[in-house]
């Protein structure tokens, strides 16, 4: 039997996101597992969320004055647990060029605009949607993408459109992008980066 591909989630705050994938497990999520979620944040209600689904949560402290502890300690839980895949759910953390570059086609992260818009440095929860209202889009929207070392920058797995209406505010558009977007995109990205995996593992086995 070929090991199933296995995905950590790295979270920050409320985690909707891995809720969303924690929900479709089994449905439109088949083809691996998700069996680690690691928060820079300790009060992060992700971590609960973890718990209630009776996945492993692991808040794992990111201290400036020492960015590279924080990726070291990962990846010895990543290890530890057999990871493939790292889904960037809501974490509102640059990983380095070198962590990168190290799980290149591994990493995938989910941004609430439509890339290239209000995306990269700075663009990150309630700032995206702010910058989209401010600039009167009618169209918004989500994107699943692989993470490179450009900030956003990563090459386009799924993407979603999303209207912008008379009245929004932040917090409603942020909303309606998750409902209609985000939530169903990041389960799909994610079993689509499973099958690749499993795959190209099948294949290898047979060589
Ligand atoms: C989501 O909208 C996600 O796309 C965004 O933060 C929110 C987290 O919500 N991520 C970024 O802006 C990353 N650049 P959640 O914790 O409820 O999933």
Known sequence: MLKRPRAAVFV???GTNLQALLDKRGNVIKSGDIVLVISNKESAFALERA???G???????FDRSDPRSFEAECEKLLAE???DVIVLAGFMLILSAEFVEKWDHRIINVHPALIPSFCGKG????RVHRAALDY???VTGATVHYVNAVADGGEIILQKAVDVLEGDTPEIL???VMEQAE??????ALELVFERIAAERAEKSEE
């Open 183 to 188: 939530w169903e995109l990041l389960p799909r």
């Open 51 to 53: 718990k209630r689904a």
């Open 55 to 61: 996945v492993e949560g692991v808040y794992v402290p």
């Open 136 to 138: 009167g889009v009618k």
């Open 174 to 176: 942020q909303r309606r």
């Open 12 to 14: 920050s705050g409320g």
């Open 123 to 126: 663009f990150y929860g309630l």
């Open 81 to 83: 647990k057999g990871i």
